[in-house]
């Protein structure tokens, strides 16, 4: 039987950074990644937008709050390092109504509170920069620091990096069991393994993991589909930055936006949409449904909209439906009026976000929530911003882990 310091469940770039953490820190050196896919960040991780958050959204004092500036810092410069693809391209935050233009204030003074650069513009100054990009209320925000990155480099130079460091990897692997009692793991494959600790970095399949460990027993995943369409090589408009509506910060979603991509002739993602998934790998139609989590899910968003806890009916009525391609076009249109039907097609990128929901609060968890099982650590919501902080979220998993 094998026996390693710890374990890691999950081959996305939370798992990658913890290894690369414990190794840094010289906290354990022998370390198994274990990995339920044939490659590495086959779902969030390789399937996200590519934005390195500045840190506006986040209400001060949250984890979120606390480690996406510094953690956005580390990454950069380790991407700057390897000389790996990154577009410093920046972001427009704009109100797509009126009555959402006090929100910037809101946003500013986060963006502030929590160390990030941030500026309020006047419409003069947004039309200076980019005369297509619209704002309801003649104000509009703008984040020099926001970045866009392409996140399968980044996931595959770590890959490289920790096997040359000898940290090992048990690929397609389905599923595990633990004995506790023994800080013993069993894999699919039969294969044995002994643990000093278990980091749980599992992502879509956190809550399941943990569930076996008895921890987080209050938490259920409840995953939502995100949709991307592109503008077409041929179209004239070309938004030289990332353009984001003024989100509602009652909701876990920062709303459809363009972004473009960390290439020498960047493409411009429209997206992502935030739609119910039928499953944790409900890609595609009717593919991958989970029929018992999906009636558990809608039955949970009826009563949250009957209550309208966590503002969830502005929710359906705003962003649920963006999946539908008139709706979206009639939302990007606030963005940047000029862009016309003829200018898009679809995107095969196509991401689950995997949303964690607490069954005791009847709330969608907004912040990192990271729990303590014996001899094991489990990431239950590594959401946005998880890659932009994930060497800083690293560490702070590390840290309440009994290793560190």
């Known amino acids: 039987m094998k026996s390693y310091d710890a374990v890691i469940i999950g081959g996305g770039i939370t798992g990658l950074c913890v290894a690369n953490q414990l190794l840094k820190r010289k906290i354990s050196t022998r370390i ?39 953690g956005k810092k580390k990454l950069e410069q380790w991407i700057e390092e390897r000389g790996l693809p990154i577009n410093k391209c ?8 009126k009555e959402l233009d006090s929100q910037l204030d809101i946003l500013q003074e986060r963006g502030q509170q929590n160390g990030a650069l941030v500026e309020m513009w006047d419409r003069r100054q947004l039309k200076e920069f980019d005369s297509r990009i619209s704002t309801a209320s003649g104000r509009c925000l703008w984040s020099p620091n926001t970045s866009v990155i392409k996140p399968m ?18 690929m397609n692997v389905g599923s595990c069991k633990p004995n506790t009692s023994r800080n013993e793991l069993e894999l699919q494959n039969g294969m044995v393994i002994s643990y000093g600790h278990v980091f749980n970095c599992s992502g879509l399949y956190a809550d399941k993991i943990a569930h ?5 027993l209050e938490f259920s995943l409840m995953p939502f589909k995100g949709l991307y369409w592109q503008l077409k090589q041929n179209c004239p408009i070309r ?18 936006h363009f972004t473009p991509s960390a290439d020498i002739y960047p493409t411009i993602s429209i997206g992502p ?24 899910n809608i039955l949970t968003l009826a009563d949250q909209y009957l209550s309208d806890r966590g503002n969830i009916r502005r929710y359906v009525k705003e962003q649920a439906f963006l999946h539908v391609f008139p709706l979206m076009i009639k939302e990007v249109k606030k963005l940047i009026p000029d862009i016309k039907e003829t200018h898009i097609e679809k995107s095969d990128k196509v991401a689950i976000r995997p949303q964690l929901f607490n069954k005791k609060t009847k709330v969608l968890e907004d912040d990192f929530v990271c729990m303590n099982g014996e001899n094991s650590t489990h990431v239950l919501n590594a959401i946005s911003p998880a890659f932009t902080a994930s060497f800083a979220l690293a560490d702070l998993i ?7």
């Open 32 to 70: 198994l990644i274990v990995e339920k896919e044939k490659r590495l960040g086959a779902h969030t991780s390789g399937r996200n937008s590519g934005v390195m958050h500045a840190g506006l959204y986040y209400k001060p004092g949250t984890i979120k709050a606390k480690i996406c500036t510094s």
């Open 90 to 97: 920046g972001k427009i935050v704009v109100p797509t109504r």
């Open 153 to 170: 480099k980044i996931v595959e130079a770590l890959e490289t990096e920790l096997k040359e460091r000898g940290v090992e990897f048990e």
């Open 212 to 216: 076996l460990f008895d921890v987080g």
């Open 239 to 256: 938004p030289k930055c990332n353009v984001y509506p003024v989100p509602d910060l009652s909701v876990p979603f920062l709303g459809v």
């Open 273 to 296: 949409t935030a739609t119910l998934a039928l499953g944790r790998e409900n890609y595609d139609g009717l593919e991958n449904i989970d029929p018992v989590l999906t009636a558990q």
């Open 398 to 404: 590390i840290d309440r882990s009994t290793l560190a």
